[in-house]
């Protein structure tokens, strides 16, 4: 199995994109609070993504396997079937930027770092879904996250990671307490082709 691993996916905003993504409406206190932040993010931040090509291997109507592993997703069931390529896919924002809004302590300066830190993660999936697309040819993208929408197995969660065989160590991404993603602001998911 061939891992795409992105130790540092690009992203570049200007004060007005992140003024308009983080919906502070040109205050300028706000953005003068931003600002000091969002300097040392360009400096360290390492936003990091990984990705495998797979198939849907059966198919029922309780559950879908992917590469043999079983998933009691009806969400993720309604976009796949058998003998369908598909994307399992990490993001985070590295232990880098995580490590460092460990260190704030101003209620603002937190504010900020978090929604910078939520915006990364958004580029990082649009990333690594433009990344599929290049790859596959597809037009679009089905974006399924454990969890979103509906009931999630934590055992099915680790199932999901575990499919990484280990190479999420190179991105810096383990499984913390009731197999939530860590860092923190990582995500977790399976792209398939839009219908």
Known sequence: MEFKIFEKFPFVYDMETLDKELHLRGN?????ILE????VVEQIARPKAIYFSATVTEKTDSWVKINDV???SQLLRGYVNPDDPVFPYIV?????LDDYAKTLKDSMDLFMIDEVMNLLVN????????AVKAQTGWLAVQ???PGNGEEWSTAEQKRLFDM?????D????????NYFVLPGRSTIGVLSQQK
């Open 164 to 168: 990484f065989l280990g190479e999420t």
């Open 143 to 145: 974006d399924y996250v």
């Open 123 to 130: 580029t990082g999936k649009v990333f690594v879904a433009d």
């Open 70 to 72: 079983m998933f009691e």
């Open 36 to 39: 000091p932040v969002y300097e």
């Open 170 to 177: 190179k991105i810096g991404v383990t499984l913390g307490d």
């Open 92 to 96: 985070t924002v590295g232990t880098e």
């Open 28 to 32: 300028e206190a706000m953005l003068d």
